[in-house]
């Protein structure tokens, strides 16, 4: 798993994420906000938001390498809060998802994930 603190509380983290998402033409394909579904069962939990979206050609692409691949897409993004209220994004490492799935021939794919991922949180992360 990899970790970024974020400056921003959980929803303006989600919704910074989501305009930058759309500004690399990546499709959101859903938010899953796990604190309100607790709240739907009375329960209660600090805010855990799960963004699942993806690249099609990039997603195609990792799958034509190895099709077990696509268990683990779309790819997905926590936004969390912890226990002294900071905010952070975290995702699973690409690397990680490629060896477990055998993905041998796509090396370079592989570190363009990562490097969209990086990306893609660090501008949602940026205070401007």
């Not at 604190?35 to 195609?60: L, S």
């Amino acid at each position: 798993m990899i970790t970024y603190l974020s400056p921003f509380d959980p929803n303006v983290t989600v919704e910074k994420f989501k305009v930058v998402l759309e500004n690399y033409d990546l499709l959101l394909f859903d938010i899953i906000d796990h604190q309100a579904a607790a709240r739907k069962i009375g329960e209660e939990i600090r805010p855990t938001i799960v963004v699942i979206f993806e690249n099609p050609q990039i997603g195609t692409s990792w799958t034509q390498c190895e099709q077990t691949v696509a268990i683990d897409l779309p790819f997905k993004v926590l936004i969390w809060e912890d226990e002294g209220g900071d905010t952070y994004l975290s995702y699973t490492n690409p690397r990680l998802i490629a060896k477990r799935h055998s993905v041998i021939d796509c090396p370079e794919l592989t570190s363009e994930i990562n490097k969209i991922l990086v990306r893609v949180i660090n501008e949602t992360i940026r205070e401007s």
